[in-house]
């Protein structure tokens, strides 16, 4: 069984009676990719076709790949398009946006042998899991999907107390991810798939801080600043702003691993982080802020 998820970037393997799984293909983080996923075996088990995810925020693009399984270089199929698929008719579907495509594909020799056309218009696409369409195909060719648009998963966020009472707050529905209370109480940091939004609790206000940022994870103990992931140079490092926005992003870290911050110390001096290498997995580094 080969599966992608949300917390590997890594495609990877496991036996179909269980056991440990295993990493297959892994992201060149040198090069900006960030995650491989949503991975398909084809009928006739010569290839798996998977999604290639490269950039932070605003700036992801996705491609597809395929690999022979019995070994051999991937290579890229569709240099714009994510969660393949093959259908019986011989075509190779994938979706741009809420729109899904369909192009001819020779599946013996692995190749695009013509062009692409949209088939249909407006099927929901989950920003928050990772993207994909949300959509698949029967063996006779039948298709069955979700409507909807490009839109995210749209949520609430809400207050709840120790009893588990819930008090929503006046922010607009989005779909927030990672949400993070500044040390204050003042302000609410998340993600929301176009970059890193705040929201100020007193006043009612969101404000996007940040369209090329990721999720946010770390506050300073000030609650002045707000570290988080991103990939001006196809590399994704930490990076920390100004909460109030009155500054542009600047670099905390660089290194040709993904990095994403997790938390200062509260006297400021330190930045616990994850440090996802190629050759030891996800680790967690301490830096010297001051």
Not at 51 to 72: C, F, K, M, Q, Y
Not at 210 to 235: E, G, V
Request: hydrophobic residues 40%.
């Amino acid at each position: 069984i080969i599966f992608g998820s949300q917390f590997n970037p890594a495609l990877q393997e496991v036996a179909a009676d269980g056991g440990a799984p295993k990493d297959i293909a892994a992201p060149d983080f040198k090069s900006g990719e960030t995650w491989y996923g949503w991975p398909s075996i084809l009928p006739n088990a010569k290839a798996l076709i998977y999604s290639i995810s490269s950039g932070t925020g605003s700036n992801v693009t996705d491609r597809i790949a395929v690999r022979p399984l019995a070994g051999g270089e991937a290579r890229i199929l569709i240099p714009s398009g994510e969660r393949p698929t093959y259908a019986a008719s011989g075509h190779l579907i994938y979706n741009q946006s809420s729109t899904l495509i369909a192009v001819p594909f020779d599946i013996d020799r692995l190749e695009v042998i013509g062009a692409p056309v949209a088939v249909v218009d407006g099927v929901w696409r989950c920003n928050v899991c990772n993207g994909g369409a949300q959509y698949s195909f029967s063996n006779n060719g039948t298709l069955a999907y979700i409507p909807g648009t490009d839109a995210s998963v749209e949520s609430i966020m809400v207050w709840v107390d120790r009893d588990g009472k819930e008090t929503p707050l006046a922010a607009p529905a989005r779909s927030y991810a990672v949400p993070r209370i500044s040390p204050d109480g003042r302000t609410i940091a998340a993600g929301a798939g176009d970059g890193v939004w705040t929201y100020d609790v007193e006043r009612g206000t969101l404000t996007r801080l940040n369209p090329d940022a990721n999720n946010p994870s770390a506050w300073t103990a000030d609650s002045k600043q707000l570290a988080f992931q991103m990939s001006p140079d196809a590399k994704v490092n930490l990076f920390w702003q100004a909460a109030d926005g009155g500054k542009p992003a600047e670099r905390l870290a660089s290194g040709e691993d993904r990095q994403a911050a997790d938390s200062f110390s509260r006297d400021g001096g330190f930045l616990a982080f994850n440090d996802q290498s190629p050759v030891t997995g996800a680790d967690i580094w301490i830096m010297r802020i001051s």
